[in-house]
């Protein structure tokens, strides 16, 4: 079983350190059509409220996103999602909310002007491959990149964490030309993201072989299908089922998972940290 390597994220407020205690990214979608919570959040003062809430139970960092990448959502512009992440940012950060608010985008243009209004992580689902230019507003700015492996046009036929080493290595490659310092990446094996549900569960087994590649890793499987498939339940049925899988990944050596739910996930992490390295003082 893996141990946990430290390391230390620079978004730009304050260190983020990562090691043995677990890190949460509570999941702001401030968008119409997410698959679990679209349009729950979608007006600036519920989406203030759920950040304090969030917060309030343990979240270690805020993810806002203003595009739903659930099978069969339209993409937006960069204007509506502007339209949608930038009030939400600005109020965060007029409430005096200092925690790391990362942007949920792969637009250079969003995340340059979210940086500008108070985002200080960038969230890329395609892993700078579906826009490169976000390596250099990454690179300019000094804001850690977190970047998910999803590769539509993958070999299925290859194993699928040969595939996430190649497809990682090409998003280094963008990174390194652009000046992105390596130890301001995370890694995000893309849970559900052009994946079958075996796949999902192979990658969940096997995620060591995605630490040892020396980047943080970030898990996130909350309320997701491979969840739902499995055990037959609609999204809002899926809390154990994450919780399960944000404990496995620990274990298995992540040090950041994207949830909705914080104080529950929170709490198995809790467990899990004290089994493996004794309770906290």
Do not use: C
């Amino acid at each position: 079983m893996p141990g946990h390597r430290a390391y230390e994220l620079a978004p730009r407020s304050a260190a983020l350190r990562l090691g043995q205690t677990a890190r949460l990214m509570g999941i702001l979608n401030v968008t119409p059509d997410s698959f679990s919570d679209g349009g729950r959040f979608d007006v600036v003062s519920a989406a203030l409220a759920q950040a304090r809430l969030m917060l309030a139970e343990g979240a270690d960092i805020i993810d806002i996103g203003g595009e739903s990448t659930r099978p069969g959502a339209d993409e937006v512009s960069a204007a509506d999602e502007l339209a949608r992440v930038l009030p939400a940012i600005a109020a965060l950060r007029a409430d005096g909310i200092v925690a790391p608010i990362s942007i949920d985008t792969y637009k250079a243009e969003v995340a340059e002007r979210a940086i500008a209004a108070g985002a200080t992580i960038i969230n890329d689902v395609y892993g700078l491959q579906r826009e490169p230019e976000l390596a250099a507003v990454a690179a300019a700015t000094g804001v850690p990149l977190v970047l998910m492996h999803w590769d539509k046009a993958r070999d299925t036929a290859r194993d699928v964490m040969a595939e996430l080493a190649r497809y990682f290595e090409v998003t280094l490659a963008i990174a390194d030309k652009a000046g992105v310092p390596r130890d301001n990446i995370v890694f995000d094996p893309g849970f559900g993201f052009a994946k079958s549900l075996s796949e999902n569960y192979e990658i969940l087994r096997r995620l060591p072989e995605l630490v040892t590649l020396g980047f943080p890793v970030l898990v996130g499987t909350s309320r997701k299908s491979m969840i739902g498939k499995l055990l037959d339940v609609p999204a809002d049925g899926r809390l154990a089922g994450t919780v399960a899988t944000s404990v496995l990944g620990y274990t298995a050596g992540a040090h950041i998972f994207r949830v909705h739910d914080i104080r529950p996930n929170r709490d198995a992490l809790r467990v899990a940290e004290a089994a493996l390295y004794g309770p906290r003082d």
